[in-house]
């Protein structure tokens, strides 16, 4: 069983940055592309960010494209976010997910996740 571990998360002024990172317990870590999703209260969970296996092709949701970026470290079996120019409306639980589908990561989704973690708050202060 997979388990991937979010950390990072916290409060922050809007403007401010945040690194988000996820630790996987698999050995099979750079086998499979990664992406990041978060949930907002009230509304439902979205794709934010997706890297392929060797870390080269990312893709982004438009949210969060040009403040935000995706990388990975298969080494070390960690994939990151890093968050430039928070805003109010990034407020969110952040999840690392592990996809095993193969499929192109611009087609990336909550449905084709396979393996999810608990999720760590982010929290920007307006």
């Known amino acids: 069983q997979v388990q991937l571990v979010e950390s990072g998360g916290g409060l922050v002024q809007a403007g401010g940055s945040l690194r988000l990172s996820c630790a996987a317990s698999?050995?099979?870590?750079?086998?499979?592309?990664m992406g990041w999703f978060r949930q907002a209260p009230g509304k439902e969970r979205e794709f934010v960010a997706a890297?392929?296996?060797?870390?080269?092709?990312?893709y982004y949701a438009g949210s969060v494209k040009g403040r935000s970026t995706i990388s990975r470290d298969n080494a070390k079996s960690t994939v990151y976010l890093q968050m430039n120019s928070l805003k109010a409306e990034d407020t969110a639980v952040y999840y690392c997910?592990?996809?095993?589908?193969?499929?192109?990561?611009?087609?990336?989704?909550?449905?084709?996740?396979?393996?999810w973690g608990k999720g760590t708050l982010v929290t920007v202060s307006s």
């Open positions: 890297i392929s296996r060797s870390g080269v092709g990312t």
């Open positions: 997910a592990e996809d095993r589908s193969r499929m192109p990561i611009a087609t990336m989704s909550d449905a084709s996740m396979d393996y």
């Open positions: 698999e050995g099979t870590f750079s086998s499979y592309a």
